[in-house]
């Protein structure tokens, strides 16, 4: 827990009061690689922090291919409830690409601890807006970078993540082929070497 605690702690300094309020809303979770944590179409109810280990959240086409949308690598927060949620239903799947350790709490308890200390709504402000910076910056640089600025982008926002996951995942991210982002990698450590 105290490396959640010093996450929070990034953003805003909360007493020890305040973090001894929010304890007994935290449930440890393991996920295995592959394992689901949420799904599209269904009602999954709780924030969630990634503590270690790498999730993505996807949608599928309307050929039924993954596209992936977002990666998340411990420590971080996985995108706030009220805006991965259309009407308490899922918008996106979330999956753990390597073995995780999360830490689950009931998003309608963390917002009722927002009302009730200016802290927790300070972190909580500072997380949407730092999502909102990310999703927006993703957007521009999909639609308007050639795919080799794209994959740099990727690279600069998810140091070392290419290590841990397949290929084939980060080229639904960034809307290319395996087969292109293989040649894209490869050019550009021949370029490095």
Not at 86 to 96: F, K, N, R
Not at 104 to 114: I, V
Not at 129 to 151: C, D, G, P, V, W
Request: aromatic share 14%; with cysteine.
């Amino acid at each position: 827990m105290e490396q959640f605690k010093k996450y929070i702690q990034q953003f805003v300094s909360i007493t020890e009061g305040e973090w001894e309020v929010l304890v007994p809303y935290l449930r440890e979770r393991k996920l295995k690689k592959g394992e689901y944590l949420a799904s599209m179409n269904q009602r999954y109810e709780n924030e969630v922090f990634v503590i270690e280990g790498v999730v993505r959240g996807y949608c599928l086409t309307f050929h039924g291919e993954d596209v992936n949308v977002s990666f998340f690598t411990g420590p971080k927060i996985i995108t706030p409830y009220f805006s991965r949620n259309i009407e308490h239903i899922h918008s996106l799947t979330y999956q753990a690409l390597t073995d995780c350790t999360i830490y689950e709490f009931s998003a309608s308890a963390f917002k009722e601890l927002t009302m009730q200390y200016d802290n927790y709504r300070r972190f909580a402000t500072l997380i949407v807006e730092r999502e909102l910076k990310r999703i927006t910056q993703k957007e521009i640089f999909l639609h308007s970078r050639n795919a080799e600025e794209r994959y740099l982008f990727f690279r600069e926002i998810h140091p070392g993540l290419e290590n841990k996951i397949p290929l084939f995942h980060i080229a639904t991210y960034l809307g290319v082929t395996p087969m292109a982002l293989t040649d894209l990698k490869n050019k550009l450590n021949e370029e490095m070497a």
